[in-house]
């Protein structure tokens, strides 16, 4: 294998995700000099202006930051164990279920045999069709195969999650202050955005944890089966009100005992149909006259039932689940904005946003240090930044354009406003062009309103969940000659911050924050 | 029903609304925050003339749709003056719409809407729809320029744009605002509607009597609490002289903590009458009402100057040779008073800030009395009376909207005290009443009380 095929094929297990994401998060907090100033001091520029594997550098700077800091690691590997301690816990629980589930449907008190039917459908029928449901689950597309997987109980849980979140939020928003409110819905996008940058890893471990209750379930079920068999005097028998023969019962029995019968024949594996007729039980004549070789005939069926319906496929689908986990792992995909802000910051000082320094240079911000303007890039993939008509009047378009081709260091003519109306973005988007990026235009010097949350939204509702949406906050023009400026206010960039997290959109991100 | 006029404070969410409410109604209930979305739901607070509501203030959430509600408004102009009405019907269930519903409510009242900017920012596009959807209202509607900065850079767009939309337009400061600014706006507000012209008028009079009495109140609460203080002294009693020194500094402590509580005292009373009551009012770090009222700076900043002081010792030297004078039934001419106005005058001047003079008696069955104050310096009442004043006029200005310290009083060696501005006669009032309360006559505590109060009052107002 190649070297930059190796490199886009960097692995990446649960447990390192699980640092990044802390990584990531203890890095919200910091300022953007500082962290640029520490991550280009890490030596990964050279991979990115090559266009090395994303995967790759960003699992280069991961084991850097966890070698640099520690504590890091000790947050992550909390995390992780959390997981881990999670899933033995489900386990245990599922052991100790099955194991009182079963005990209790194995009562025997020497007056009637334990009813197999009963036994049987709870312990065997029941996970053998589950079982086979799972199983064409998976044989489905993957957008099926989720939807069918976790579709009907995410989509419960989301009602009642989403209808007591609203709630407590109507209840509890009449007492908190704006600040508290703001903080809350930053915890709610928060939640929103690890949901859909991690729902569907999540779902799997999730599933992966399910099935080892399961199969300890079963586990539980089997041990208490056995218990009962070698300590204990047990009769198991059969009864219907229907108009059955023991015949057919015997056929059904062969049947369901198909998988180990070439093991275990009949009169061991399952019962013979002398034993299934012996063990019918009749209320009215009692069980005296039955034979005690044909009462005990059915144990071994049903031991073999759950190992065969119970045990093995949740075995299966465990492996199946983390088979898909690792998919999930490979799939993952770090375009998103936090994961861009970080490949920015892997660059050394000449980036754009020194430019951005420069072309600024007359503001409060810019240091004497900044090295010279480098010439703008004219080739490569343009920039569409959608702009409200109505704010595009307030600006001289070309002056706009040139701003921002200096922000992302594109010659202007890679700049295209787009100006929508009546905040619908359904028409302006059309069709992207390969690799094209998209920006969206607003105020700073204004607290961000509903309308623009909802003009966010229409945007991302016009584009594929995928692309990245960068928002770019305008100053208030400078000088005489009302020059466009891209340093965003100090007074409300705090909340700007706040309401690109608030909405939860992992692809979105504030392109100029200011610091 | 209430038959007050109405006003609704509406604007862009952190425009300041709400500290604009704060001031006019005079209440320091109204939640105020530097973040914006503080105001969810409609808030109302009475402006209050003694217990009788005046007007009606209402705080309203910031404009979360401007242009989709204008587009809304221009849409549906055929459904006239039911406009607002339907506007609300059809959008109240709607989260997003809530803020919107809820600004637009008051005007179903009839209110009329004070529309808040702050013009320190160029206007967008979302502040011309605003402005549009409150002009096609058609209520009676006024422009208030809350500048958050002195940049002006963008005054002259937003007047001209604010003539286009508004009936009257004024600047008004909610951090800064003095009484004299509210009963202004106030004022400015009759212009906007004819129709409440009387209403208003009776309630700027109602609230001008209001703040006469609080003044009024003010000014009894610093005869009072300073004649306390004029009085104010610890004593205690040793069976020995060992102990002397030490029990000394202790009533020197004492002493100085009783003033403290005579000053905590007075400056609560004076909040209570202004109704500043929730927020904490805090001096500013170089305030001099910050320093110990012994403090060194206090006495360089504070009382009178050295020809006040000259003037005030005379007057109080005076005070006492004449009453050796009435004692020799007049036959003296007066003359024991004008040595004892030269002796005071004399004694004023270079008589320093001591904290109180310390008497120690020995009693007739043996043992001591130890006795600090009242201080007889003839400095004291006057720095103490500053100390009362300044503390008075700061809490008589100040602006509900103010929920942080803003106003500083200046530093340096120049006296700051209103006191130091009195003439002769301003100063013959007070030191009559520091006689009097010195020589504990009742009927002369009040009569000289009652003109002190009436040179204090006209200090307040």
Sequence with gaps: ?515 | MKTIPIFAIIGHPNEGKSSIVATLAQDDSVAISSSPGETVQLQRFDLKAGHEAVIEFIDTPGFQNPQTTLAWFRKNEALGETRVQRFIETHRKDPDFHHDCELLRPLLQGAGLLYVVDASRPMTPVDVAEMEILRLTACPRMALINPKSGETRFLESWKTAFRQHFNSVRTFNAQTARYPDRIELLEALKSIDQDWEPALSRAIELLRLDRKRAVDRTAEAIVDYLEQALRCSCSSFLDKESGVELERRRLEDEYRKKLEKIERRFRDETRDIYGIRRVSVELPKNSILSEDLFSERTWQALGLNQKQLAIAGALLGAGIGAGADIAAAGITFGVFASIGAALGAGSALWKGKDLARVKISHLPLGGLKLTVGPNVSDRFPFIQLDRFLLYALFISNWAHARQETSVKLGGGEVKQGPSSAWKQDELKRVTRFVRAVRKGNGEEIEAAGRELRQLLAGVLS
């Excluded at chain 1, 586990?219 to 023991?246: C, E, I, N, P, Y």
């Excluded at chain 1, 109306?421 to 990026?437: C, F, I």
């Design chain 1, 1 to 515: 294998m190649s070297k930059p095929e190796k490199q886009r094929r960097a692995r990446w297990r649960l447990d390192d995700l699980i640092a990044y994401e802390c990584a990531l998060a203890k890095d919200d907090h910091e300022e953007w000099a500082v962290l640029r100033e520490r991550d280009a001091a890490i030596g990964l520029a050279a991979g990115v202006e090559s266009g090395g594997s994303r995967r790759w550098i960003l699992r280069q700077w991961l084991r850097k930051r966890l070698e640099q800091y520690s504590s890091l690691q000790r947050v992550a590997g909390s995390v992780s164990q959390s997981l881990s301690v999670a899933g033995q816990l489900l386990a245990g629980a599922g052991f100790l279920v099955g194991l009182g589930a079963a005990t209790a449907a194995l009562a025997y008190n020497g007056q009637a045999p334990i009813n197999v039917s009963a036994f049987f459908s709870v312990f065997i029928l029941l996970q053998a069709l589950l079982a086979v449901v799972l199983l064409l689950v998976f044989f489905m597309p993957r957008r099926w195969r989720e939807f069918f997987a976790f579709g009907p109980l995410f989509r419960f849980l989301r009602w009642i999650l989403e209808g007591a979140f609203n709630r407590i939020q109507a209840m509890v928003g009449r007492i908190l202050t704006g600040e508290q409110r703001q903080e809350a819905a930053e915890v709610a996008g928060s939640a929103r955005r690890a949901v859909s940058l991690h729902g569907s890893l999540s779902k799997w471990v999730a599933f992966v944890k399910i099935q080892a209750a399961a199969l300890f379930f079963n586990f539980g079920a089997l041990a208490a089966l056995l218990f009962a068999v070698v300590f204990s005097d047990r009769a198991f028998g059969w009864q219907t009100t229907l108009q059955v023969s023991g015949e057919s019962v015997h056929f059904l029995v062969r049947l369901v005992a198909l998988p180990w019968s070439w093991l275990y024949g009949e009169g061991v594996g399952y019962p013979d149909l002398s034993q299934v007729q012996g063990s019918r039980i009749v209320l009215k004549e009692g069980i005296q006259t039955l034979q005690s070789g044909n009462l005990s005939a059915w144990w071994g069926f049903l031991a073999l039932g759950i190992v065969c319906y119970g045990i093995l496929p949740r075995l299966v689908f465990y492996v199946l689940g983390k088979w898909q986990v690792r998919a999930a792992l490979r799939r993952f995909d770090f375009g998103n904005a936090a994961s861009e802000r970080l490949m920015e910051r892997l660059l050394p000082r000449s980036s754009r946003f020194v430019a951005e320094e420069v072309a600024q240079g007359s503001g409060p911000g810019a240091t004497e240090d900044s090295p010279p303007d480098q010439p703008l890039v004219e080739s490569g993939p343009g920039i569409r930044c959608f702009c409200a008509a109505e704010l595009a009047e307030s600006f001289d378009h070309d002056a706009l354009r040139q701003a921002l081709g200096r922000l992302w260091r594109k010659h202007e003519a890679f700049v295209k406003l787009v100006f929508y109306e009546g905040g619908r973005m359904d028409a302006p988007v059309g069709e992207l062009r390969e690799n094209e990026q998209v920006a969206i235009l607003f105020e700073s010097w204004m607290p961000p309103i509903r309308e623009h949350d909802r003009q966010v939204k229409s945007l991302r509702n016009a584009l594929e969940p995928h692309v990245l949406i960068k928002l770019v906050l305008l100053g208030i023009p400078q000088g005489e000659d009302e020059a466009v400026s891209l340093r965003p206010e100090r007074q409300y960039l705090k909340t700007w911050k706040s309401f690109v997290r608030s909405i939860g959109d992992p692809y979105l991100m504030l392109e100029n924050p200011g610091e």
